[in-house]
């Protein structure tokens, strides 16, 4: 990916919190982000408990944290986030965003452009998740 005028291509995903698969019914929660000019990638989240408890009042919220808490491990990098985390930028993205059967479920990749990857993930959550 290169560089335009000044700024560099980033791509993003969603987080998304699926409390039950066979409702469909999903909320936003975070935001991973990565950019591979400047090997940066990234997560925030936050998880409006009142949003998920309305779509299920059984929501397991503590694990829900925990998960969405694992993904900014991973991008953070370091032995205690586990094995993904000791891998380049671009393969944690890749870890991140592959498909899985979970109550955390990132969306689809998205792609933009910025003059300060490390911005983005806290526009993009003010924006897509907040």
């Not at 990565?34 to 409006?48: E, W």
């Not at 694992?70 to 944690?92: F, H, K, L, M, N």
Request: aromatic share 4%.
């Amino acid at each position: 990916m290169t560089r335009h005028n000044g700024r560099e291509v980033f791509e993003y995903a969603l987080l998304r919190v699926v409390p039950r698969v066979e409702r469909g019914e999903q909320i936003n929660a975070g935001v991973v982000v990565y950019c591979q000019a400047t090997s940066y990638v990234a997560a925030r989240v936050h998880l409006d408990e009142a949003r998920l408890r309305a779509l299920d009042p059984t929501a397991d919220v503590a694990g829900v944290r925990a998960a969405l808490h694992a993904v900014e491990g991973v991008c953070a990098g370091g032995e205690r986030a586990g094995q993904a985390a000791c891998d380049d930028a671009g393969r944690r993205f890749r870890w991140l965003i592959a498909p899985r059967s979970t109550v955390v479920q990132p969306g689809p990749v998205h792609t933009g452009l910025t003059a300060d990857p490390e911005s983005e993930p806290e526009r993009l959550l003010d924006l897509l998740v907040r």
